[in-house]
């Protein structure tokens, strides 16, 4: 498929982010169109996700979700070869999405409000995470550490100014989301065992397994201005799950 084959504006198609690595694939997306390229989107969707969307409190979220999803799947029917709707997404034990009949492809999505990332990387043993949030964001930082960082990650955030501070606290938030939507913990990851360095580059330094440092990838995912973008790529140990 190419971009032509997605509705509406040329705009509302997903377009390619830099990558940040070899293999990986990145892409951004505008969660907002018009309502009949919306109306077309609803049609590459499953039976589930239609009534997924339809169970959203609020008509925007509802739009948003459809655009997300569908944009999903015209990314992974491109490189299945397929059309959107064909494009079988299941979920694994934990709840994690994937494709069964492309097991060497992992895939993850982030949004924040009206704008979504898309990573993908194809290598078998390999899982991708990434995270999305909004520079802007307002943050108690130095509360927040306290209940998701490390003594190290404090120590050093407390060293900074208040807007250096909420920058940095937003980027180690990403890592740290984006780490644990690889391996499908989500919101129950050991996240103040998770010890991140933003500089010289990202990188983590001490975990409990399975967020052993050797086994994991981070990277500053070159995303439009206002926006903080991470991305985690997990090598499994091959004798794990």
Known sequence: MSDSDYPGNAADA?????????????????????DETVRELTTWLSSEERARAARFGKPVLAQRYTIGRAALRFLLASRLNTSPPAVRIERDARGRPHLSEAPAIDFNVTHTGDAAMFGLIEARGVRIGVDLERASRTVDALGLARRVC????????AALDGHARRL????????????????????AAPFRQLDVVREPDLALVAGPPPYTPRQ?????????????????????????D
Do not use: Y
Request: aromatic letters at 10%.
């Open 14 to 34: 997903p377009r390619p982010l830099p990558a940040p690595g070899p293999g990986i694939a990145l892409w951004w997306c505008p969660l907002a169109a018009d």
């Open 150 to 157: 490390t003594p190290r990650e404090r120590e050093a955030l």
């Open 216 to 240: 994991w990838e981070l990277d500053a995912a070159d995303v439009p201005e206002g926006f903080i973008g991470t991305v985690a790529l997990w090598s499994r140990d091959p004798a794990g």
């Open 168 to 187: 940095a606290f937003l980027r180690l938030w990403t890592c740290k989301e984006a780490m644990s939507k690889a391996t499908g913990d989500a919101l």
